[in-house]
């Protein structure tokens, strides 16, 4: 939604807040500090709502669940339900993901941040000075800015890469036509959900990664299930590969494979947006890969300027850029010196399965010396057995004093179950508060409720522990025993 146009005698020449970049971390900074009565001005120069609303999480989102409703349409009769040849109309599938787009933007519109208060001036916003940014040429003197202008997808340099129509996470959304060959670059999260969605709907799907599994991020665990489901979806899953050398049809790698496409989605991370907002100018300092550098409170090189979300190399996650604005504006605006907390921030995998990790990663967890694991295999959740979804499992990373510092969880609805998890590592729960905790039966959530018990069942079990109880059970039995007699 473009941002609306600005009259000539509305030109604000001068602002209490500058926010540049109108994605989520900066409609939520601009909207926190409008809130405390000052004049705030957000400069966009195309489209309010950012990646997130138009090119990332929704539109994914929506083709993801697209494309689940043929995945389940086709395995229903696993069930006794049989619903006939599956059929996929792609424009229509597209037609329900802008409808989605459509649905939510009004929230991140113009017309909504001017409703909270915010002036929103459409333009490139270049900084000229430490106190001064222009829009296509026109000043805007701050007190204090706040730069949140995201990042965008990174293009690998590979031979022939520019002579093909490639795909991106920001371009994707445009296709008309359901690819019959798609190639997809890049085995992270981006890459994994496009593949499999793809896939599912009937594309011919090709997978490649460089590292020795898909999500290397996360578990080995975790990589194998799902690159075996990806498998049982259809695509070829192909890692410890590079992509060299790309003509008008055909793809080669490092190790002399050929694989043929229609099309080429490059997933291969991304690169923050800092290049052409004259930083050097302001004084604030970029590192050697583009972010921005940041203290913990977000504060710039520049005590003027903070910046938030995907610019500053922290995890580049939609949830992680809302918190940022919010503080990055309540410092700005209030001189509170609230930190970054880092502390269980959760990351999402959108497969199927989904893969929710927060706090310490299993992978880290293995490699610090007091910290031990506590899997429950979700071939023991009554509800996985009655959805035949049992492939799953919880982790639970604990520390010496039983406390919940990590988790993962793999399986239905995991992005769901994560967010006690996340409660549990922030406010640094032992596994005795989450046992403690009525969770509703039959759940997801009895996978990490479940682990939590089974280890306060084990602390129980130990010989002291076990001999103290025994004794006071006995104790307490003789008491009875008088008490009945007398």
Same mark, same amino acid.
């Given at each position: 939604?473009?941002?609306?146009?600005?009259?000539?005698?509305?030109?604000?020449?001068?602002?209490?807040?500058?926010?540049?970049?109108?994605?989520?971390?900066?409609?939520?900074?601009?909207?926190?500090?409008?809130?405390?009565?000052?004049?705030?001005?957000?400069?966009?120069?195309?489209?309010?709502?950012?990646?997130?609303?138009?090119?990332?999480?929704?539109?994914?989102?929506?083709?993801?669940?697209?494309?689940?409703?043929?995945?389940?349409?086709?395995?229903?009769?696993?069930?006794?339900?049989?619903?006939?040849?599956?059929?996929?109309?792609?424009?229509?599938?597209?037609?329900?993901?802008?409808?989605?787009?459509?649905?939510?933007?009004?929230?991140?519109?113009?017309?909504?941040?001017?409703? !909270?208060?915010?002036?929103?001036?459409? =333009?490139?916003? /270049?900084? %000229? +000075? #430490?106190?001064? $940014?222009?829009? @296509?040429? &026109?000043?805007?003197?701050?007190?204090?800015?706040?730069?949140?202008?995201?990042?965008?997808?990174?293009?690998?340099?590979?031979?022939?890469?520019?002579?093909?129509?490639?795909?991106?996470?920001?371009?994707?959304?445009?296709?008309?036509?359901?690819?019959?060959?798609?190639?997809?670059?890049?085995?992270?999260?981006?890459?994994?959900?496009?593949?499999?969605?793809?896939?599912?709907?009937?594309?011919?799907?090709?997978?490649?990664?460089?590292?020795?599994?898909?999500?290397?991020?996360?578990?080995?665990?975790?990589?194998?299930?799902? !690159?075996?489901?990806?498998?049982?979806? =259809?695509?070829? /899953?192909? %890692? +410890? #590969?590079?992509? $060299?050398?790309? @003509?008008? &049809?055909?793809?080669?790698?490092?190790?002399?494979?050929?694989?043929?496409?229609?099309?080429?989605?490059?997933?291969?991370?991304?690169?923050?947006?800092?290049?052409?907002?004259?930083?050097?100018?302001?004084?604030?300092?970029?590192?050697?890969?583009?972010?921005?550098?940041?203290?913990?409170?977000?504060?710039?090189?520049?005590?003027?300027?903070?910046?938030?979300?995907?610019?500053?190399?922290?995890?580049?996650?939609?949830?992680?850029?809302?918190?940022?604005?919010?503080?990055?504006?309540?410092?700005?605006?209030?001189?509170?010196?609230?930190?970054?907390?880092?502390?269980?921030?959760?990351? /999402?995998?959108?497969?199927?399965?989904?893969?929710?990790?927060?706090?310490?990663?299993?992978?880290?967890?293995?490699?610090?010396?007091?910290?031990?694991?506590?899997?429950?295999?979700?071939?023991?959740?009554?509800?996985?057995?009655?959805?035949?979804?049992?492939?799953?499992?919880?982790?639970?990373?604990?520390?010496?004093?039983?406390?919940?510092?990590?988790?993962?969880?793999?399986?239905?609805?995991?992005?769901?179950?994560?967010?006690?998890?996340?409660?549990?590592?922030?406010?640094?729960?032992?596994?005795?508060?989450?046992?403690?905790?009525?969770?509703?039966?039959?759940?997801?959530?009895?996978?990490?409720?479940?682990?939590?018990?089974?280890?306060?069942?084990?602390?129980?079990?130990?010989?002291?522990?076990?001999?103290?109880?025994?004794?006071?059970?006995?104790?307490?039995?003789?008491?009875?025993?008088?008490?009945?007699?007398?």
């Amino acid at each position: 939604m473009k941002a609306r146009e600005v009259g000539s005698g509305e030109w604000p020449e001068k602002a209490d807040l500058v926010v540049v970049g109108g994605g989520t971390a900066g409609i939520v900074a601009a909207k926190t500090a409008a809130g405390f009565g000052i004049r705030v001005v957000l400069i966009e120069r195309e489209r309010t709502g950012g990646d997130c609303l138009w090119t990332g999480c929704v539109p994914s989102k929506a083709l993801i669940a697209a494309a689940s409703a043929a995945a389940t349409a086709r395995s229903a009769h696993h069930f006794g339900v049989d619903v006939g040849e599956t059929r996929i109309d792609f424009p229509r599938v597209m037609a329900h993901v802008h409808r989605s787009i459509e649905r939510i933007a009004p929230v991140d519109s113009p017309e909504a941040l001017t409703a !909270a208060g915010v002036t929103v001036v459409p =333009g490139n916003a /270049v900084f %000229t +000075s #430490a106190d001064t $940014v222009t829009v @296509d040429g &026109r000043p805007v003197h701050f007190l204090q800015a706040i730069i949140a202008t995201g990042a965008r997808p990174t293009v690998p340099p590979i031979t022939g890469l520019d002579s093909v129509a490639y795909l991106t996470s920001d371009t994707l959304w445009n296709l008309t036509s359901l690819p019959q060959r798609l190639l997809v670059i890049g085995a992270g999260n981006i890459g994994c959900e496009m593949a499999q969605a793809f896939a599912r709907l009937g594309s011919d799907v090709t997978l490649v990664g460089r590292a020795e599994t898909v999500l290397p991020k996360e578990d080995e665990s975790a990589s194998s299930l799902l !690159a075996n489901t990806l498998g049982e979806d =259809g695509v070829t /899953v192909v %890692t +410890s #590969a590079e992509i $060299v050398d790309i @003509d008008a &049809r055909c793809a080669r790698t490092d190790s002399g494979c050929t694989i043929e496409f229609d099309r080429v989605l490059v997933a291969t991370g991304r690169t923050p947006r800092t290049e052409s907002l004259g930083l050097a100018a302001a004084g604030v300092s970029v590192d050697g890969r583009g972010y921005v550098v940041v203290d913990d409170h977000l504060t710039t090189t520049n005590p003027r300027i903070w910046a938030a979300g995907d610019l500053t190399g922290h995890p580049q996650f939609t949830h992680t850029a809302g918190m940022h604005g919010s503080l990055a504006a309540s410092n700005a605006v209030l001189g509170l010196p609230r930190m970054i907390d880092k502390t269980g921030t959760p990351r /999402v995998t959108f497969t199927d399965p989904e893969i929710a990790s927060a706090g310490i990663d299993v992978r880290t967890a293995r490699r610090i010396p007091g910290l031990r694991l506590q899997t429950l295999e979700h071939a023991e959740i009554d509800r996985a057995i009655t959805e035949g979804r049992t492939g799953g499992f919880t982790t639970l990373v604990l520390d010496g004093k039983h406390r919940i510092v990590g988790a993962s969880v793999v399986g239905p609805r995991a992005g769901e179950t994560i967010g006690e998890l996340v409660l549990a590592v922030k406010h640094g729960l032992r596994t005795r508060d989450l046992a403690a905790a009525t969770h509703p039966y039959p759940t997801y959530n009895d996978g990490p409720w479940n682990a939590a018990i089974a280890d306060v069942r084990a602390q129980l079990n130990s010989p002291i522990v076990a001999r103290a109880t025994k004794t006071v059970a006995k104790i307490r039995n003789a008491w009875v025993r008088r008490r009945i007699d007398s």
